[in-house]
């Protein structure tokens, strides 16, 4: 046998070993080095097998697509006629079909203002003014577009707003506005007087120390009495008061680990340039801290989105409420299923798209402090 | 520079720019918002409350329910008092929260381990287990196991049958249960004996080791004395148990252990929605440990499976516990939701029934909160002392 003589730094490049390539590798190298290895891989398998060929079956295979009744329903399958048919009330609750477009007006609103905010090209001042708009001016369009009452647009009545609509209302009015407050409640939890502080302390854990639903228990069966009886609020305003006063606590013990992570230093330098405490605060520590907690206040939503399922508890249809009722509709009975489906995957993706942004922000502001 | 800065003292600020009597107008003024504003609560409460006519006060408590409970760990009847209810509904909100913590904490950590294992195919799966579960509400989960899935079982009648000691239905699952005789103190008496031996080895085992270096198989030598020794005792008395066969008459099964469909369901959604938190938190603290542990307990000589045990574990744990207490607290607060599927626990019962029935909100939104508030403290102040004891004790 020859070897083949190269001159220095002629060699080819030689491909790798034969039996480190290939799929045949990859499988021997993943899944079966081992024997308790294979034996796990065996077991995934047999999950897969014998989840996965029912769900596709009954999702798709033998599901009844077309039709506009229950009859139209005869395969074993999933019907999803069932979600067609009520798919205005599981978006939208019982809102007049005819005023559905003041809804989906607000949607394109929200989108087309939030978009250009993702965008790095796009100028900060640009930025700040779409920002300001949607925290400030936008909720009052909401309110007129969604209770109307103004602009010739027809009155509609709280119980009437349901569905997926329902849902982000309560969750995005939450979350916007339990984060005011959830900052004062962390300042206060800093400072260094003794009343405030503690106050904030007792106030963050006792709603950090109860469940939601007797949040909302409170909200309608409590609230009543706290008020004169002359004002009766509305119920969906009781909730929101609630859920408000409850993520905002989560959302103080959010921002307080950001204020913690904020190094003496700035505070110092900020005391040293003459800056005033409200000052110090708005200029230097807050925008650093808050930029820091960017990712736990993402966190703090899904969590309250999640959440707001509670509200069928006591008597708000948001998008799982809806799905409950309509599967107890008499005409339509026997589809609960289908209508969980339809909601689990409406609020998956929500939740997961959300957590995704969150993890990848997470990666972005994550700036080489570590490896 | 001339000595003109050292010679003057600085003039007394007036009294609006010391920070210190500032500090304390600006705590007066907020004292009195918060007492005002209590009082106006107060007041207004007070006055509703006359209007509708409801007496205040704890004297309810005494009085007798007249309404049923399904699941009750004490005895229980409809003259009992509220009190007695109360206790019912705290005692099954326990009940689900212990379990509930148990299982999750078992389904947790085995699916954030396989989620780092080099086995592709488990990596994965355990991923899409967690993504899913973590991002699915879950009251929507605890209704997807009630409605969907164990109230549409069949009936009684029809149930399904294991040997004919054990039956699945729409009614629960029903098994036997244990009649413990004359005679059967002793097992107990093992019983707590083995516990006893285990604490007693665990602390020898630990103290030898660390004098000699010489490790005990602690975990099975305390199987062995946790089964053996009950068993040895159920010998030596000759069986004093008898079991207690469900029977199917008329529309339901009498007899033998219960395990209801609502028990069932919120024990499932609870334990398997926590358990996807969990898995994502083992998941962070044991790639919080540094690579560089592992290699150096290598080259120390130490085998994987210690490595993993005496090394990886024991530092992942302190990353682990902080948020895992969360996790608990979550799941027991979580289990209120059991009102939404009638499981008979503290917020169903008392929050919803006898509320209803007494119209007495103050005082028994009262006593709700303070039980969770007391279960919240409790919990975390366990749980803080344990980290307390885990925790890097540093220079």
Not at chain 1, 269 to 296: D, E, R, T, W
Not at chain 2, 70 to 99: C, H, M, R
Not at chain 2, 159 to 186: C, H, M, Q, T, V
Not at chain 2, 358 to 378: H, R
């Amino acid at each position: 046998m020859t070897t083949q003589k190269y001159p220095v730094g002629q060699h080819p490049n030689l491909p790798p070993p034969n039996n480190t390539v290939g799929v045949l590798f990859w499988l021997k190298e993943n899944m079966f080095n081992g024997v308790l290895n294979s034996i796990l891989t065996l077991f995934s398998f047999y999950v897969i097998i014998t989840l996965l060929p029912p769900l596709l079956k009954w999702a798709i295979i033998y599901a009844d697509w077309t039709g506009d009744s229950k009859d139209a329903c005869t395969k074993d399958g999933a019907c999803w006629v069932f979600i067609r048919v009520w798919f205005d009330q599981l978006l939208y609750g019982r809102y007049p079909s005819d005023s559905i477009w003041r809804i989906n007006l607000s949607y394109v609103i929200a989108i087309v203002a939030a978009i250009p905010l993702f965008f790095s090209a796009v100028p900060k001042k640009i930025k700040l003014v779409l920002a300001a708009f949607l925290l400030v001016v936008y909720p009052i369009i909401c309110f007129y577009l969604y209770y109307g009452g103004g602009f010739g647009l027809e009155v509609v009545e709280t119980p009437r707003w349901g569905g997926l609509f329902l849902t982000l209302v309560i969750a995005v009015s939450g979350i916007v506005l339990s984060l005011p407050l959830g900052i004062l409640l962390a300042l206060g939890r800093r400072s260094n007087m003794p009343v405030i502080k503690s106050f904030c302390v007792v106030f963050i854990e006792f709603w950090r120390g109860i469940p939601l639903i007797t949040v909302l228990f409170m909200a309608s069966v409590m609230f009543p009495l706290f008020v004169p009886e002359s004002l009766s609020p509305d119920k969906l305003l009781r909730v929101l008061v609630g859920v408000i006063l409850f993520s905002s606590a989560y959302m103080a013990e959010v921002v307080r680990g950001g204020l913690q992570a904020i190094p003496k230093g700035q505070y110092e330098a900020a005391a040293a340039l003459g800056l005033n405490y409200p000052k110090s605060m708005i200029l230097i520590i807050l925008p650093q801290a808050l930029k820091m907690v960017i990712p736990g206040i993402v966190n703090t939503f899904i969590g309250l989105f999640k959440d707001t399922t509670l509200v069928l508890i006591i008597g708000l249809f948001d998008l799982l409420g809806m799905a409950q009722l309509a599967a107890t509709n008499p005409n339509w009975l026997g589809f609960t299923v289908e209508g969980y489906v339809f909601a689990a995957v409406g609020f998956f993706v929500f939740c997961f798209s959300m957590s995704s942004y969150s993890q990848h922000l997470e990666r972005v502001l994550n700036t080489g402090h570590r490896n | 520079m001339t000595d003109q800065t050292k010679s003057s003292t600085p003039a007394k600020p007036p009294f609006w720019r010391d920070p210190d009597k500032r500090a304390l107008v600006f705590q007066g003024v907020f004292l009195l918002l918060v007492v005002v504003v209590l009082f106006t609560l107060i007041r207004n409460t007070m006055l509703n409350l006359e209007a509708r006519g409801i007496s205040s006060g704890f004297g309810f408590l005494e009085t007798s329910t007249g309404f049923k409970i399904a699941e009750t760990l004490i005895p229980y009847d409809e003259s009992s008092s509220f009190f007695t209810a109360f206790l019912v509904g705290l005692l099954n909100t326990i009940k689900v929260s212990v379990i509930g913590v148990f299982l999750a904490t078992i389904l947790g950590f085995i699916m954030g381990v396989a989620r780092l294992s080099k086995n592709w195919l488990v990596a994965r799966l355990s991923a899409v287990y967690v993504d899913t579960l973590r991002n699915i509400p879950l009251l929507l989960q605890l209704f997807f196991w009630y409605f969907a899935v164990l109230r549409p079982l069949k009936n009684p009648k029809q149930a399904d049958n294991f040997f004919d000691i054990i039956f699945l239905s729409n009614r629960g699952l029903y098994g036997p249960k244990p009649i413990f005789e004359d005679g059967s103190g002793l097992i107990l008496f093992a019983l707590i004996a083995a516990i006893v031996g285990i604490i007693v080895l665990r602390i020898w085992a630990k103290k030898r080791m660390e004098n000699t270096g010489e490790r005990f198989p602690v975990f099975y030598t305390s199987l062995g004395l946790i089964i053996g020794l009950p068993l040895l005792a159920l010998i030596g008395t000759g069986f004093p148990v008898s079991w207690d066969i469900p029977e199917l008459k008329g529309f339901n099964f009498r007899g033998g252990m219960v395990m209801t469909p609502e028990f069932s369901a919120l024990v499932f959604a609870l334990s398997i929605y926590t358990s996807s938190f969990i898995a994502e938190i083992v998941r962070a603290g044991i790639m919080s440990v540094d690579k560089g542990q592992t290699e150096a307990a290598y080259s120390l000589g130490l085998k994987p499976s210690w490595t993993t045990r005496l090394v990886i574990i024991p530092q992942a744990m302190r990353v682990i516990i902080p948020p895992l207490t969360s996790q608990y607290l979550n799941l027991t607060k979580n289990s209120s939701l059991a009102a939404a599927i009638a499981y008979p626990d503290l917020v169903s019962i008392f929050a919803g029934t006898a509320l209803n029935q007494t119209g007495q909100a103050v005082e028994i939104m009262g006593m709700t909160l303070a039980v969770y508030l007391f279960l919240s403290l409790t919990i975390s102040s366990l749980m803080n002392w344990y980290n307390a004891s885990k925790a890097l004790v540093e220079r």
